[in-house]
């Protein structure tokens, strides 16, 4: 198994970073926080989970060893894939979602794309007791300061989270008024948002 995955970074894409490695470019899965963080040109050392199929090999990379081991035990239920997995930690942070479930919070669930009501009440059974408790005390569930170019990010998270190009320039506008009124816009919290947006009008 490849644990983890450190050089300069090659090339950003809006689901994916290219780190140098050896020579060898690997192309490693990330979530739009994680993205945020990275920079063409500058070193980048990402936890990775190797997800293998019958037809494909793909690397998912994470901030840190606890998102990558919350992304596989969020795999041990019924139903959830990598995608939904990575899909539930660009919307909540490790801890958010073990504070979710220890306290059968099925709002902050449904707030991920491609999880309906019936599906949270489902996955808070199932995690209840794989995901452990919150370690943390509370503060904001997610989201990395970035000064600049906050639109641009959160367009291309909604893109590759599915939604179409109209979908997510809507709900971008839509969080703009939000995004203004902070001095540091935080991509994670506004794809939050942005997601709440999208699942009202659906």
């Given at each position: 198994m490849i644990a983890f995955v450190s050089g300069p970074v090659a090339a950003l894409a809006p689901d994916a970073a290219v780190v140098e490695v050896g020579g060898i470019g690997m192309a490693v899965q990330c979530a739009p926080n994680t993205l945020s963080t990275l920079r063409v040109g500058q070193q980048a050392k990402l936890a990775t989970s190797l997800v293998v199929r019958e037809d494909s090999l793909t690397l998912y990379g994470f901030a840190d060893d606890d998102e990558r081991q919350t992304f596989e035990l969020l795999q041990t239920a019924s139903g959830v894939g990598p995608r939904l997995a990575q899909a539930m930690l660009a919307?909540?942070?490790p801890d958010a979602l073990r504070r979710a479930v220890a306290t059968g919070d099925e709002k902050a669930l449904t707030a991920v794309p491609g999880i309906g009501k019936k599906g949270a009440q489902k996955l808070l059974l199932e995690y209840k007791d794989r995901l452990g408790e919150p370690l943390g005390t509370g503060g904001p569930a997610i989201g990395t300061p970035v000064t600049s170019g906050w639109s641009d990010q959160l367009h291309a998270a909604?893109?590759?989270?599915g939604y179409a190009t109209r979908e997510a320039d809507e709900a971008v506008a839509a969080v703009t008024p939000q995004a203004e009124a902070s001095e540091k816009p935080q991509v994670g919290?506004?794809?939050k948002a942005a997601l709440q947006t999208l699942n009202r009008t659906r």
């Amino acid at each position: 198994m490849i644990a983890f995955v450190s050089g300069p970074v090659a090339a950003l894409a809006p689901d994916a970073a290219v780190v140098e490695v050896g020579g060898i470019g690997m192309a490693v899965q990330c979530a739009p926080n994680t993205l945020s963080t990275l920079r063409v040109g500058q070193q980048a050392k990402l936890a990775t989970s190797l997800v293998v199929r019958e037809d494909s090999l793909t690397l998912y990379g994470f901030a840190d060893d606890d998102e990558r081991q919350t992304f596989e035990l969020l795999q041990t239920a019924s139903g959830v894939g990598p995608r939904l997995a990575q899909a539930m930690l660009a919307v909540h942070s490790p801890d958010a979602l073990r504070r979710a479930v220890a306290t059968g919070d099925e709002k902050a669930l449904t707030a991920v794309p491609g999880i309906g009501k019936k599906g949270a009440q489902k996955l808070l059974l199932e995690y209840k007791d794989r995901l452990g408790e919150p370690l943390g005390t509370g503060g904001p569930a997610i989201g990395t300061p970035v000064t600049s170019g906050w639109s641009d990010q959160l367009h291309a998270a909604l893109i590759g989270l599915g939604y179409a190009t109209r979908e997510a320039d809507e709900a971008v506008a839509a969080v703009t008024p939000q995004a203004e009124a902070s001095e540091k816009p935080q991509v994670g919290q506004l794809l939050k948002a942005a997601l709440q947006t999208l699942n009202r009008t659906r």
